[in-house]
């Protein structure tokens, strides 16, 4: 399985995947400064593994805060890696669970503070890595056997601790033997399709063609696809899904023509606080993504560019949600609801 970020005695190690398909390199970031660079800068992205990575922040950044202002020093590492990325609710959650058990600890010498930081980022870890495997084996009964499954962006072992969400439902569905093949997105402007998915489902010997963004209304059109599996980055309450730009155009053409449109998520990227996708901030990414491909320019000098990294797929347009506990389908605001409070 691909290791996507390990805790190391000297510091944080994690694939870069901004040098992926071409170039397999782990990068070691030896404070929490960087990283929040790497989350920021995109060597790790996928909300349940930037949620790992924050938590071996925080953990990280409190093994070498000095012991005078410490709760000081703890809120601003806390701080700097909740100002990376405003989307994925992961990362905040990862985080808040850092503070409440530093607040646990409030009568506990530093030395067990550390040691009990740096233990609970190490079972975040090991943790993302078992719900996956839970949402594979709930999704992969709703994989049509013998058809392709389109999948948008990278919702695979990269974008977790391991095993993936999106692609743990495939990975699973092929465990229990269903013959399927996928149909991977190339996804613009970062390629997390082409780059990362496509060079995943290679490793597992999983059949994947690699299709433009585009050509994804063609495909779901000929009755080829079974059904359609993405990721969140944030899910509210209602259902309406944030995922990586692009997704709501793949949900729309799905339900024009009848295939299933699945997402799968962690409870963790369950954001129950806000009432509906437009209360979801959308991250704007740097207009260099648009107007070069990797240093390479494909625009006019000058060029206005916009460039959200996400949007949010309404509820109406998804079939049913894959989480750890279960499958939850319409009316979601009750569904997830008895999920989060396992019912």
């Given at each position: 399985m691909i290791e996507t970020l390990r805790w190391t005695a000297a510091g944080v190690e994690m694939i870069d995947q901004t040098r992926l398909p071409h170039v397999e390199e782990f990068v070691l970031c030896r404070n929490y400064q960087e990283v929040a660079r790497a989350i920021r800068d995109m060597i790790i992205r996928g909300a349940p593994a930037i949620?790992?990575?924050?938590?071996?922040?925080?953990?990280?950044?409190?093994?070498?805060?000095?012991?005078?202002n410490f709760d000081g020093q703890f809120l601003t590492i806390c701080d700097t890696l909740a100002a990376t990325r405003p989307t994925a609710v992961n990362l905040f959650w990862g985080i808040e669970?850092?503070?409440?058990?530093?607040?646990?600890?409030?009568?506990?010498?530093?030395?067990?503070?550390?040691?009990?930081?740096?233990?609970e980022a190490q079972l975040v870890h090991?943790?993302?890595?078992?719900?996956?495997?839970?949402?594979?084996?709930?999704?992969?009964?709703?994989?049509?056997?013998?058809?392709?499954?389109?999948?948008?962006?990278?919702?695979?072992?990269?974008?977790?601790?391991?095993?993936?969400?999106?692609?743990?439902v495939i990975r699973a569905?092929?465990?229990?033997?269903?013959?399927?093949?996928?149909?991977?997105?190339?996804?613009?402007?970062?390629?997390?399709?082409?780059?990362?998915?496509?060079?995943?489902?290679?490793?597992?010997?999983?059949?994947?063609?690699?299709?433009?963004?585009?050509?994804?209304?063609?495909?779901l059109r000929s009755g080829r696809i079974g059904c359609v599996v993405v990721g969140a980055d944030r899910i509210a309450a209602n259902g309406d899904v944030a995922n990586k730009i692009g997704t709501y155009g793949v949900a729309v053409l799905a339900r024009e023509n009848n295939v299933p449109f699945y997402v799968a998520a962690p409870l963790s990227t369950l954001d129950l606080s806000i009432p509906d996708g437009d209360h979801i901030p959308i991250e704007e990414r740097p207009a260099t993504e648009v107007t070069a491909m990797f240093g390479h320019?494909?625009?006019?000098?000058?060029?206005?560019?916009?460039?959200?990294?996400?949007?949010?797929?309404?509820?109406?347009?998804?079939?049913a949600i894959i989480t750890e506990r279960g499958v939850a389908r319409a009316p979601f605001t009750e569904q997830l609801r008895k999920l989060v409070e396992g019912n």
């Amino acid at each position: 399985m691909i290791e996507t970020l390990r805790w190391t005695a000297a510091g944080v190690e994690m694939i870069d995947q901004t040098r992926l398909p071409h170039v397999e390199e782990f990068v070691l970031c030896r404070n929490y400064q960087e990283v929040a660079r790497a989350i920021r800068d995109m060597i790790i992205r996928g909300a349940p593994a930037i949620g790992v990575a924050a938590a071996m922040g925080v953990a990280l950044g409190a093994a070498q805060a000095a012991d005078e202002n410490f709760d000081g020093q703890f809120l601003t590492i806390c701080d700097t890696l909740a100002a990376t990325r405003p989307t994925a609710v992961n990362l905040f959650w990862g985080i808040e669970r850092m503070k409440r058990l530093r607040a646990s600890l409030a009568d506990q010498p530093l030395a067990t503070v550390r040691q009990r930081l740096i233990a609970e980022a190490q079972l975040v870890h090991e943790e993302d890595i078992a719900i996956n495997r839970q949402i594979g084996a709930h999704g992969a009964p709703l994989v049509p056997d013998g058809k392709t499954v389109l999948t948008h962006c990278n919702a695979g072992a990269l974008a977790t601790a391991g095993y993936g969400t999106a692609l743990g439902v495939i990975r699973a569905a092929v465990e229990a033997g269903k013959s399927i093949d996928v149909f991977a997105d190339e996804t613009r402007p970062f390629l997390q399709g082409s780059r990362l998915t496509v060079w995943e489902l290679q490793k597992d010997g999983i059949n994947t063609t690699l299709i433009t963004d585009n050509m994804a209304g063609h495909f779901l059109r000929s009755g080829r696809i079974g059904c359609v599996v993405v990721g969140a980055d944030r899910i509210a309450a209602n259902g309406d899904v944030a995922n990586k730009i692009g997704t709501y155009g793949v949900a729309v053409l799905a339900r024009e023509n009848n295939v299933p449109f699945y997402v799968a998520a962690p409870l963790s990227t369950l954001d129950l606080s806000i009432p509906d996708g437009d209360h979801i901030p959308i991250e704007e990414r740097p207009a260099t993504e648009v107007t070069a491909m990797f240093g390479h320019p494909v625009a006019p000098a000058g060029t206005q560019v916009r460039n959200p990294a996400f949007d949010v797929t309404p509820n109406r347009y998804v079939t049913a949600i894959i989480t750890e506990r279960g499958v939850a389908r319409a009316p979601f605001t009750e569904q997830l609801r008895k999920l989060v409070e396992g019912n």
